[in-house]
């Protein structure tokens, strides 16, 4: 396949991204008080059975990078990455397990700390700049790109950004460790978005090595700036709860006496509790796809459960993508039940949730909703609906159907 071929292939990717939009618009479809799928999300989800996003970035990117072979045979694709790694001297020993039966296989590619590093290799091998791994990350690999929170990851960034190869790499990674200790500040907080603009401006190898040297306590590998997004949207979703409780008990008794409200508010602080009313009570602690789908692609529909997020508040380290996946969850809820007015246009409010989600998004140092995550679309679906059966109700159908 040509490289002309490959622009083509990408070229219609992208036209069918933005016709996922149109998806949106359909209507829903309720019988007997029951959700009924629309063929239209039925055949999204066939199509994304037969997406293979990393290793569809992993054949531009050869190609790029003066492969002329046929990209569909695995071999030589293989073959060539192998003798891309040697060239240049990156660690190869892991590739029998992790060439042809991850990054080649068309299946899901782990986001350990681990992984994501062989990752970054990959990218440097087939010699990507700072915007092409971004783009490979977040477009391709379905992960947050950079982890500004790691000292290793910072590095990285600055090697592509510099254009190094793996060689001067390790020679940086080497200094920083022998530095690191002499001088150390003992501010362990520094926000992310912090460290990134920081180190993005950047230029000089010495600067780089004092800025990691002297604030290296705040390298947890944590990025605060997630956790404190989702306790912003918790809070807001505790206040609607708390609202809705006392207009329930002005309707049942028509008494602005609202008892137990000590209890009341205890109940609503729970996790567990918040949970129920986002999946109407449909997810438990354990998820498992409903046996009428085969759809591969419902994988990625992991939602997040009560041990996940309480790990999030309790500063616990988890997965990049666990964060955006509640960040995007509670922004969903926390802003349509906020949604009251009538006389707001529904493509208004839909607009105005696809820019209530990317400013969180963006705060918390993550990219923005992308139509081929599964996870994303999905809650781009559910929030288009409309009227008596509106964006939560919707979710609610759908994981009566997706989820048991």
Known sequence: ????????IAE??????????????????????????????????????????????????????????????????????????????????????????????GKEVSDTDDARIKVYNLCMSLHMNTDDVVTFFEKKYLQKSFNFKRIEECAYYFAFSNGYDYRELSKLLEEINSNIGEKCSEDDSIATEHIKNSIIGIKNRADFITYISENHSAFSGITS???????????????????????????KDNSGDIEDSSERRQQHTSVKYILSEIYGGVLKQKKQVVSDYSFQSLKYLNFPNEVEISKILNGNKVSHDLIRRTIILF??????????????????????????????????????????????????????????????????GLLKDFVD
């Open 1 to 8: 396949m040509t490289k002309g071929e490959m622009t083509v």
């Open 12 to 105: 219609k990717k992208a036209l069918e991204t933005e016709d996922l939009k149109e998806i949106n618009k359909s209507e829903n479809i309720w019988a007997d008080d029951e959700y009924i799928v629309p063929d239209e999300l039925l055949q999204y989800m066939k199509d994304l059975d037969e997406e293979t996003l990393f290793l569809d970035g992993v054949k531009e990117a050869v190609v790029n990078d003066g492969f002329d072979g046929d990209v569909n045979d695995i071999k030589a694709v293989s073959k060539f990455i192998k003798n891309r790694f040697i060239e240049q001297g990156l660690p190869s020993d892991y590739l029998r397990g992790t060439l042809e039966k991850s990054w080649l296989s």
């Open 225 to 251: 700036s997630g956790k404190r997004i989702i306790e912003e949207k918790i809070a807001n979703i505790e206040m609607y709860l708390d609202y809705r409780t006392v207009i329930d008990k002005e309707v």
């Open 331 to 396: 922004t969903f809820f926390s802003y349509y039940n906020e949604c009251h007015s009538e006389e707001t246009l529904q493509e208004d409010i839909y607009d105005g949730f696809l820019y209530e989600v990317n400013l969180a998004l963006i705060r918390a140092g993550f990219q923005e909703l992308y139509f081929r995550n599964p996870y994303d679309w999905l809650f781009a679906y559910c929030a288009y609906r409309s009227g008596d059966i509106g964006p939560i109700e919707t979710l609610h």
